[in-house]
Each structure stands twice: as C-alpha cells, then as structure tokens.
C-alpha cells in the first residue's frame, strides 16, 4: 500500500500562486508516473501535470505556462507550483502516482485524498 499526503491547498486571490505538495510513503520499490489531477464540482477529474521518474513532464493545455510540476525522486515528493491562478482553476486537486510497493510488488495507481484549491475573482 502506498500513502500519498497531500498538502499546500486553500484560498487564493485570483492572479496569486499557491505550492501543492505530495509525499509518498510506504514500502516503496519504486515509483513511475507522478502528477496531479484536479475535480471541479459537475465536472470529471482531468489531468492537471505529470511527472515521469526520468523528470519528463506533461501538462494540460489550460495550465501550460503557469504551473510548473517538480518532484525529488530520492524524497519520493512531487510538487506542483501554481502561478497566475484563476477562478477556473478551483478545484479539488489529487495527487496521483504509479508505483510498485509491497506486498503485492505489482505496479498500480495510487491515489491521495485530495487538497481544496479556492481562487476566488
């Protein structure tokens, strides 16, 4: 099983910047994709950005140019900096990674409970 704490969400101004944090934890043996994804109330979670575990990363046309996905591989951490926020933007956002963890030792999807991001006009 793999534990994903997510942190850094609340209530921006639009135009301001918010840093969301990841931290996976359990008996990790190694972690692939990671990322975050985002649900706005009515709507499908969609992807937000990813990241690969060779720093190779991916983002949604929408948040192209304002945010910019990190991540520490030897913290097994991923972040995502929020720059220039806008009302669309608020959401739910949920951190997601890919990894092979025991006992299983299978590669599955794991998902975090998620972290309110408010961006008020």
């Known amino acids: 099983q793999l534990q994903l704490v997510e942190s850094g969400g609340g209530l921006v101004q639009a135009g301001g910047s918010l840093r969301l944090s990841c931290a996976a934890s359990?008996?990790?043996?190694?972690?692939?994709?990671m990322g975050w994804y985002r649900q706005a109330p009515g709507k499908q979670r969609e992807l937000v950005a990813t990241?690969?575990?060779?720093?190779?990363?991916n983002y949604a046309d929408s948040v192209k140019g304002r945010f910019t996905i990190s991540r520490d591989n030897a913290k097994n951490t991923v972040s995502l900096q929020m720059n220039s926020l806008k009302p669309e933007d608020t959401a739910v956002y949920y951190c997601?990674?890919?990894?092979?963890?025991?006992?299983?030792?299978?590669?599955?999807?794991?998902w975090g409970q998620g972290t309110q991001v408010t961006v008020s006009s």
């Open positions: 997601k990674a890919e990894a092979v963890v025991g006992p299983l030792y299978k590669l599955l999807g794991y």
């Open positions: 359990g008996r990790i043996f190694s972690i692939n994709a």
């Open positions: 990241t690969t575990s060779g720093s190779s990363t």
